[in-house]
């Protein structure tokens, strides 16, 4: 028995430590392209890049000082028509250009450690999950539902510690004020306190079906191919 708990325990340290290493590699090598997604989602629901609504309020401004004839036809000019949605490509060229190379990298820290933890925390209750299972049933063989049954429990075990770290990831990609991730932190809870941290955690509990999906199909496609050998 002692056997036994000894070699689930090494199991289970292997899967969180090969999976937190994964995480960590997989969001620091595809990060630039998550930004990129990030700044382009959040300018497109926000009516076109901050940049050019700063200048167009600024200009709103400088004309309103003026007044006169001028501010008057200004009135009279047809509203403007927000900017045409840009390519992936040049918006990665207006990125370099405004910002170079940190521009594609700024809240790394932040993404690598949450995706580390993640995958950590989610192999941790899965692999003991699934183990308990095992011994609970007698049963080696894990079916399809109650595979899906435990990836989801799995995947909701880190979302209490995970859900704040992606909050702020988001956060510091999308800031244009240049403010460190402390700042940006303090600015998150005093504007909406800890409530805010779980900002769409109602969806979050339903997408946790996709990796406990993907990971059933892992399970049993493994097992058949084992099987065949």
């Not at 000082?65 to 509203?79: C, H, I, R």
């Not at 594609?104 to 003991?128: D, H, R």
Request: with cysteine; glycine share 10%.
């Amino acid at each position: 028995l002692s056997q036994t708990m000894s070699n689930d325990t090494e199991s289970i340290l292997a899967e969180v430590v090969s999976a937190s290493l994964g995480g960590a590699f997989s969001a620091s090598t595809l990060y630039p392209l998550e930004v990129i997604k990030t700044k382009m989602q959040a300018e497109t629901s926000s009516g076109g890049p901050s940049s050019d609504s700063c200048q167009r309020c600024s200009i709103v401004r400088d004309d309103s000082a003026l007044g006169g004839a001028e501010g008057e036809d200004e009135d009279n000019d047809p509203p403007e028509q927000p900017p045409p949605q840009q390519g992936m490509v040049a918006y990665a060229k207006q990125m370099y250009a405004e910002g170079g190379i940190p521009a594609f990298y700024a809240g790394i820290e932040t993404s690598t450690v949450q995706s580390a933890t993640e995958k950590a925390l989610y192999f941790f209750a899965y692999t003991g999950l699934k183990n308990g299972y095992k011994v609970l049933t007698g049963n080696h063989h894990i079916d399809a539902l109650p595979n899906l049954l435990l990836g989801c429990l799995a995947e909701w075990a880190h979302l209490p510690v995970t859900l704040p770290i992606d909050c702020l990831t988001t956060k510091i990609q999308t800031d244009t004020t240049g403010a460190g991730p402390i700042v940006l932190l303090n600015a998150m809870l005093s504007e909406k306190g800890m409530a805010g941290m779980y900002k769409g955690i109602q969806a979050y509990t339903v997408l946790c079906l996709k990796p406990a999906i993907q990971y059933t199909v892992f399970e049993q496609v493994k097992a058949a191919v084992l099987a065949g050998r």
